[in-house]
């Protein structure tokens, strides 16, 4: 038995043709396209997030170092 989130395939088709009858035809290629926009700018958020974290770790890094270059320099 094959399913998706806990769905099966039949209940799915029933799923899609009430979309379908909600909707209509036409609509359903712009709420596909804004959906997908929509994922598309939250994949960039996260990106965006990611590479801030990660800037900020290397900084941090970076600082330690120093730290550890100043007290080295001590001895």
Known sequence: MNTFLFISG???????IVVLLLFGANKIPEIARGLGKGMNEFKKATDD????????ADDVADDFKEIK???????
């Open 10 to 16: 039949g209940e799915i088709f029933i799923v899609m």
């Open 49 to 56: 997030i990611k590479k801030e974290i990660n800037n900020s």
């Open 69 to 75: 270059d100043t007290f080295k320099d001590i001895k």
